[in-house]
């Protein structure tokens, strides 16, 4: 449930900032056009709100701003400190996108770059559990990291290995990175309506309905 990457959350508790700014040479077309990514999450929220994946608390930001009522959601306990330091009014709570506090009844969910953490098996059954969390107009509003197909999955790969970036290469095939159509398949399955919309090379927003 994404928990395994623990270790991997806790190396980037420091330095998570700097890559989303464009700093890291192997990341900057990862997070292009960052800030917008996180607005456009935001904009679509309404109601009571959860963020899974809180981080260090960039679109926790974003929604607060957006006038909000928020709950956030974070299983690592170094980058859950740095979002806590900047909001200590608000509410971030320990848990990951599976097991989490009860929430009661919310009106959108949203998370960006985390739902990867997850297989695709449990990114089934986290849309099972939300399905019955949310109100009747709830909605998931996800950004994050998706392929087209499996073949556009694989040469994004090849080609971060042909311009040196291992560190990339080796996250895009370490991790649970899904396609569009496998997403499509676990939405529609779970009872939400579903669409894409492409915001970068790496990453879409998502947004699920229920129907």
């Known amino acids: 449930m994404g928990r395994e990457f623990m270790n991997i959350f806790d190396e980037w508790a420091e330095s998570y900032n700097d890559a989303v700014q464009g700093r890291n040479l192997e990341y900057q077309d990862v997070f292009k056009d960052y800030e917008s990514i996180l607005i456009s999450v935001a904009s679509k929220a309404s109601g009571l709100t959860v963020e899974f994946g809180v981080g260090t608390g960039n679109l926790f930001e974003q929604l607060i701003d957006h ?8 299983p690592n306990e170094k ?3 740095i979002a806590k330091a900047r ?17 009661g009844q919310v009106d ?11 297989t695709d098996d449990e990114k089934f059954e986290a849309f099972q559990i939300y399905y019955d969390l949310l109100s009747d107009q709830g909605q998931i509003i996800f950004a994050d990291t998706i392929f087209e197909d499996d073949l556009s999955y694989q040469q994004t790969i090849q080609d971060a290995e042909q311009k040196g970036y291992l560190n990339l290469a080796a996250d895009l095939k370490r991790e649970y990175y899904t396609t569009i159509p ?19 090379d790496f990453v879409w927003l998502m947004n699920a309905k229920k129907q």
Not at 95 to 101: A, I, S, Y
Not at 186 to 197: H, L, M, P, R
Request: glycine share 6%; no cysteine.
């Open 67 to 74: 006038h909000l009522d928020v709950i956030g959601i974070e």
């Open 79 to 81: 980058m859950r400190a």
């Open 87 to 103: 909001f200590p009014k608000e509410r971030i709570w320990d848990g990951d996108f599976l097991t989490f506090p009860e929430l």
């Open 108 to 118: 959108s969910i949203t998370s960006s770059y985390a739902f990867h953490h997850l």
């Open 182 to 200: 496998k997403m499509k398949s676990i939405a529609e399955k779970a009872g939400f309506n579903v669409s894409f919309q492409k915001l970068n």
